[in-house]
Protein backbone atom coordinates (compact mmCIF):
# COMPACT_ATOMS: atom_id res chain seq x y z
CA UNK A 1 0.00 0.00 0.00
CA UNK A 2 0.99 3.41 -1.29
CA UNK A 3 1.99 5.58 2.30
CA UNK A 4 0.12 8.76 2.77
CA UNK A 5 0.47 11.21 5.04
CA UNK A 6 -1.38 11.67 8.14
CA UNK A 7 -4.43 13.80 8.28
CA UNK A 8 -4.04 15.21 11.74
CA UNK A 9 -0.06 16.06 10.84
CA UNK A 10 -1.68 17.73 7.66
CA UNK A 11 -2.93 20.23 10.10
CA UNK A 12 0.24 21.04 11.40
CA UNK A 13 2.20 21.02 7.94
CA UNK A 14 0.02 23.44 7.09
CA UNK A 15 0.79 25.45 9.98
CA UNK A 16 3.98 25.85 9.01
CA UNK A 17 3.34 26.41 5.87
CA UNK A 18 1.00 29.03 6.54
CA UNK A 19 3.49 30.59 8.83
CA UNK A 20 6.61 29.07 9.22
CA UNK A 21 7.87 31.71 11.39
CA UNK A 22 5.45 31.00 13.69
CA UNK A 23 5.42 27.33 13.73
CA UNK A 24 8.51 26.27 12.50
CA UNK A 25 10.57 23.74 11.01
CA UNK A 26 12.17 22.66 13.97
CA UNK A 27 8.89 22.08 15.37
CA UNK A 28 7.46 20.33 11.99
CA UNK A 29 10.17 17.97 12.12
CA UNK A 30 10.02 16.72 15.72
CA UNK A 31 6.41 16.27 15.64
CA UNK A 32 6.00 14.76 12.54
CA UNK A 33 7.39 11.49 14.14
CA UNK A 34 4.30 9.88 15.60
CA UNK A 35 3.04 9.63 11.88
CA UNK A 36 5.93 9.16 9.90
CA UNK A 37 5.03 5.73 8.04
CA UNK A 38 7.68 3.45 9.22
CA UNK A 39 8.52 2.62 5.50
CA UNK A 40 9.47 6.24 5.38
CA UNK A 41 11.47 6.30 8.39
CA UNK A 42 13.59 3.21 6.96
CA UNK A 43 14.12 5.08 3.66
CA UNK A 44 15.48 7.67 5.50
CA UNK A 45 17.67 5.89 7.46
CA UNK A 46 19.19 3.82 5.05
CA UNK A 47 19.77 6.39 2.64
CA UNK A 48 21.79 8.41 5.87
CA UNK A 49 23.91 5.23 6.84
CA UNK A 50 24.75 4.46 3.49
CA UNK A 51 26.79 8.02 3.26
CA UNK A 52 30.32 7.89 3.42
CA UNK A 53 31.52 8.92 6.98
CA UNK A 54 27.93 8.35 8.25
CA UNK A 55 28.51 5.29 10.14
CA UNK A 56 31.79 6.84 11.79
CA UNK A 57 29.90 10.47 12.77
CA UNK A 58 27.24 8.33 14.49
CA UNK A 59 29.49 5.65 16.50
CA UNK A 60 31.35 8.13 17.97
CA UNK A 61 27.87 10.89 18.70
CA UNK A 62 30.78 14.00 18.84
CA UNK A 63 29.10 16.49 20.61
CA UNK A 64 31.07 19.82 21.25
CA UNK A 65 31.11 21.73 24.42
CA UNK A 66 29.56 25.24 24.00
CA UNK A 67 31.86 27.91 22.49
CA UNK A 68 32.82 30.84 24.53
CA UNK A 69 32.61 33.61 22.30
CA UNK A 70 35.65 35.43 23.41
CA UNK A 71 37.98 33.10 22.93
CA UNK A 72 37.00 32.53 19.92
CA UNK A 73 37.33 36.29 18.94
CA UNK A 74 41.41 35.55 20.48
CA UNK A 75 42.45 33.27 17.33
CA UNK A 76 44.35 34.57 14.65
CA UNK A 77 42.72 36.66 11.89
CA UNK A 78 41.76 33.54 8.73
CA UNK A 79 41.43 30.86 11.27
CA UNK A 80 38.15 29.09 11.24
CA UNK A 81 37.52 30.31 14.76
CA UNK A 82 38.30 33.87 14.01
CA UNK A 83 35.85 33.80 11.17
CA UNK A 84 33.08 32.01 12.75
CA UNK A 85 33.27 34.67 15.84
CA UNK A 86 33.36 37.11 13.19
CA UNK A 87 29.98 35.37 11.40
CA UNK A 88 28.33 35.09 14.90
CA UNK A 89 28.66 38.74 15.86
CA UNK A 90 28.82 40.57 12.23
CA UNK A 91 25.14 38.88 11.55
CA UNK A 92 23.59 39.63 15.41
CA UNK A 93 23.33 35.65 15.77
CA UNK A 94 22.11 33.83 18.38
CA UNK A 95 25.15 32.19 19.80
CA UNK A 96 23.42 29.76 22.12
CA UNK A 97 20.91 28.13 19.71
CA UNK A 98 21.87 25.02 19.75
CA UNK A 99 21.60 24.66 23.27
CA UNK A 100 18.07 26.53 22.93
CA UNK A 101 17.17 23.85 20.62
CA UNK A 102 18.73 21.25 22.71
CA UNK A 103 15.98 21.93 25.89
CA UNK A 104 12.99 21.92 23.10
CA UNK A 105 14.19 18.23 22.09
CA UNK A 106 14.98 16.83 25.37
CA UNK A 107 11.11 18.29 26.99
CA UNK A 108 9.58 16.19 24.18
CA UNK A 109 12.06 12.95 24.21
CA UNK A 110 11.11 12.69 27.82
CA UNK A 111 7.58 13.37 27.41
CA UNK A 112 7.58 10.65 24.60
CA UNK A 113 7.08 12.38 21.54
CA UNK A 114 9.84 11.46 19.83
CA UNK A 115 9.81 7.81 20.95
CA UNK A 116 9.09 7.13 17.19
CA UNK A 117 12.41 9.36 16.35
CA UNK A 118 15.80 6.97 15.61
CA UNK A 119 18.29 7.22 17.63
CA UNK A 120 20.72 7.99 14.93
CA UNK A 121 18.40 10.71 13.95
CA UNK A 122 17.98 12.12 17.64
CA UNK A 123 22.10 12.76 17.78
CA UNK A 124 21.99 14.55 14.11
CA UNK A 125 19.53 17.22 14.55
CA UNK A 126 21.22 18.12 17.61
CA UNK A 127 24.48 17.75 16.28
CA UNK A 128 23.07 19.68 13.44
CA UNK A 129 22.41 22.74 15.38
CA UNK A 130 25.87 22.70 16.63
CA UNK A 131 27.72 23.05 13.15
CA UNK A 132 24.84 25.05 11.68
CA UNK A 133 26.94 28.14 11.41
CA UNK A 134 30.06 26.37 10.14
CA UNK A 135 28.69 25.21 7.17
CA UNK A 136 27.93 29.31 6.81
CA UNK A 137 31.40 30.01 7.45
CA UNK A 138 32.71 26.94 5.39
CA UNK A 139 30.60 27.48 2.03
CA UNK A 140 30.55 31.48 2.16
CA UNK A 141 26.40 31.35 2.23
CA UNK A 142 25.47 34.64 4.30
CA UNK A 143 22.61 34.93 7.00
CA UNK A 144 20.32 36.24 3.93
CA UNK A 145 17.24 34.62 2.61
CA UNK A 146 19.38 33.00 0.17
CA UNK A 147 22.30 32.06 1.72
CA UNK A 148 19.91 30.49 4.35
CA UNK A 149 17.86 28.54 1.47
CA UNK A 150 20.70 27.36 -0.48
CA UNK A 151 22.41 25.92 2.84
CA UNK A 152 20.00 24.18 3.34
CA UNK A 153 19.99 22.43 -0.17
CA UNK A 154 23.34 22.08 0.11
CA UNK A 155 22.75 20.03 3.20
CA UNK A 156 19.80 18.20 2.06
CA UNK A 157 22.55 17.43 -0.85
CA UNK A 158 25.16 16.11 1.66
CA UNK A 159 23.19 14.33 4.12
CA UNK A 160 19.31 13.05 3.59
CA UNK A 161 17.94 14.39 6.21
CA UNK A 162 14.24 15.03 6.95
CA UNK A 163 15.11 18.49 8.44
CA UNK A 164 16.16 19.61 5.62
CA UNK A 165 13.12 18.03 3.24
CA UNK A 166 10.68 19.81 5.19
CA UNK A 167 12.24 22.68 4.55
CA UNK A 168 12.47 22.55 0.88
CA UNK A 169 8.86 21.45 0.86
CA UNK A 170 7.78 24.44 3.04
CA UNK A 171 9.74 26.94 0.39
CA UNK A 172 8.13 24.90 -2.90
CA UNK A 173 5.16 25.04 -1.38
CA UNK A 174 4.88 28.82 0.01
CA UNK A 175 6.48 30.08 -3.69
CA UNK A 176 3.72 27.97 -5.23
CA UNK A 177 0.10 28.54 -3.57
CA UNK A 178 1.14 32.05 -1.34
CA UNK A 179 4.02 33.99 -2.82
CA UNK A 180 4.53 33.28 -6.43
CA UNK A 181 6.73 36.19 -6.80
CA UNK A 182 9.68 34.06 -4.83
CA UNK A 183 9.56 31.30 -7.64
CA UNK A 184 12.64 32.80 -9.44
CA UNK A 185 14.75 33.53 -6.02
CA UNK A 186 13.63 30.43 -4.25
CA UNK A 187 14.27 28.45 -6.85
CA UNK A 188 17.90 29.51 -7.87
CA UNK A 189 19.01 29.20 -4.44
CA UNK A 190 18.21 25.62 -3.92
CA UNK A 191 19.42 25.11 -7.24
CA UNK A 192 22.93 26.63 -6.70
CA UNK A 193 22.89 25.33 -3.07
CA UNK A 194 21.87 21.69 -4.14
CA UNK A 195 24.37 21.87 -6.83
CA UNK A 196 27.09 22.82 -4.83
CA UNK A 197 26.26 20.35 -2.39
CA UNK A 198 26.82 17.35 -4.53
CA UNK A 199 30.40 18.85 -6.16
CA UNK A 200 32.75 19.40 -2.98
CA UNK A 201 33.59 17.17 -0.15
CA UNK A 202 31.41 16.26 2.25
CA UNK A 203 31.76 18.72 5.34
CA UNK A 204 28.82 17.53 7.45
CA UNK A 205 29.96 15.61 9.50
CA UNK A 206 33.24 17.12 10.29
CA UNK A 207 34.26 17.98 14.27
CA UNK A 208 34.79 21.76 13.49
CA UNK A 209 35.55 22.63 17.36
CA UNK A 210 38.91 20.50 17.15
CA UNK A 211 39.92 22.61 14.23
CA UNK A 212 38.99 26.19 14.97
CA UNK A 213 43.21 27.25 14.52
CA UNK A 214 43.17 25.74 11.06
CA UNK A 215 42.96 28.31 8.36
CA UNK A 216 39.70 28.83 6.79
CA UNK A 217 41.36 29.15 2.82
CA UNK A 218 43.07 26.00 4.01
CA UNK A 219 39.91 23.41 4.96
CA UNK A 220 38.24 24.93 2.06
CA UNK A 221 40.96 23.95 -0.51
CA UNK A 222 40.94 20.59 1.34
CA UNK A 223 36.93 19.81 1.06
CA UNK A 224 37.09 20.96 -2.79
CA UNK A 225 35.80 24.40 -2.23
CA UNK A 226 36.89 28.08 -4.03
CA UNK A 227 39.09 30.03 -0.83
CA UNK A 228 36.08 32.91 -1.50
CA UNK A 229 33.87 30.57 -0.67
CA UNK A 230 30.34 29.50 -2.01
CA UNK A 231 31.48 27.81 -5.19
CA UNK A 232 33.46 24.38 -5.55
CA UNK A 233 37.45 24.91 -6.91
CA UNK A 234 37.98 25.01 -10.43
CA UNK A 235 38.72 21.65 -12.03
Not at 103 to 117: A, F, K, P, V
Not at 170 to 197: C, H, K, N, S
Request: proline share 5%; charged share 25%; hydrophobic share 40%.
Amino acid sequence: MTATIDREFAEKMLQTFDNPQEHGVHLLFNEWWRYAPQEVTQSYLKQFCALEHAQGFLNKRFYADPLDLDALGRFRDGTLGHSYYHFILDNHLEEKIAMNYRQLHEHMDNSGQLDSMPEEFKYTILRGFQIHDFLHVLTGYDSSPFGEVALQAFTLAQKRFPYMSMWMSTLTTRMTYLEPETIGPVMDAITDGWQFGRKVGNIVFLEYETMLDRPLVDLRREYGIDPTGSVPLAA
